[in-house]
């Protein structure tokens, strides 16, 4: 099955996005993440943003909800922050916790550095907390 593309406006601009699902164990737990890939006007053709987001911290995996519009917002507004151009022709700028986490704000989930299923560790973003 074909991952559906979705658009969404900001600012006057239509930017074309897709997520994937997935959980990984982070320190023995399981958590929802969430792997945005964004292109801006030019499509497939135009520079590529591309982000991994892990769930709020928890215990468990406890949804598989896909990320609102406002969490896309999140990844975008960040992206175009850091330096993301998407006029841009071929190429990918990627987001991640280390360079690009204090741009980043939405609800329910943290910018990680870039995850895939069955990695584990401490993210970016946890290894700060614990100091």
């Not at 990627?94 to 939405?106: K, P, Q």
Request: hydrophobic fraction near 35%; proline fraction near 7%.
């Amino acid at each position: 099955m074909r991952a559906r593309l979705r658009r969404i406006h900001i600012d006057g601009h239509t930017f074309t996005w897709r997520a994937a699902l997935h959980t990984v164990q982070v320190n023995g737990f399981y958590r929802r993440a969430v792997h945005v890939r964004a292109w801006g006007p030019g499509g497939k053709t135009s520079q590529k943003l591309e982000a991994d987001l892990l769930s709020a911290p928890g215990p468990y995996v406890v949804d598989n909800g896909y990320p609102t519009p406002a969490d896309v917002r999140a990844v975008i507004v960040c992206g175009l922050k850091s330096g993301w151009q998407p006029e841009q022709r071929g190429g990918t700028f990627v987001l991640s916790d280390r360079e690009h986490g204090a741009n980043f704000a939405a609800t329910g989930f943290q910018l990680t550095d870039p995850v895939r299923p069955g990695e584990s560790g401490p993210t970016t973003h946890e290894a700060r907390q614990r100091g």
